[in-house]
């Protein structure tokens, strides 16, 4: 089984970013995969909060959300690992600033294909 990164960053905003395509329009993913997403947090201070979330479809209904975090303030474990998922109907991983100021945020997307 082979394993795929998807690696990149930006400045993460108000706007819903999603990580899989780059951008603040929500693309559903349908390849099938076991994923991971690594979110490097280090550049967040206090008063920063930041919202994680992946959403999935489910029988092929809407995309809908299957996976929320928040995380705030200075991260002394700044590396953000989300559980392993099983995903393929039609799947996205988001990140949108709550709080705070803007930061460039650095993550990682492992699939197993």
């Not at 994680?52 to 809908?64: F, I, P, S, T």
């Not at 996976?67 to 949108?96: C, M, N, R």
Request: negative net charge; charged residues 20%; aromatic residues 8%.
């Amino acid at each position: 089984m082979p394993i795929t990164f998807t690696a990149n960053s930006a400045s993460i905003s108000t706007a819903e970013y999603s990580l899989p395509s780059a951008s603040t329009d929500r693309v559903a993913q349908t390849d099938d995969c076991i994923l991971q997403a690594f979110v490097d947090l280090n550049a967040m201070v206090a008063g920063d909060e930041y919202e994680l979330k992946v959403y999935e479809k489910v029988n092929g209904q809407a995309q809908r959300l299957c996976h929320q975090a928040v995380i705030a303030g200075a991260q002394s474990e700044p590396v953000f690992v989300t559980p392993t998922l099983l995903l393929g109907e039609g799947w996205d991983v988001t990140l949108k600033r709550t709080a705070g100021s803007d930061r460039d945020i650095h993550w990682s997307l492992r699939k197993i294909t």
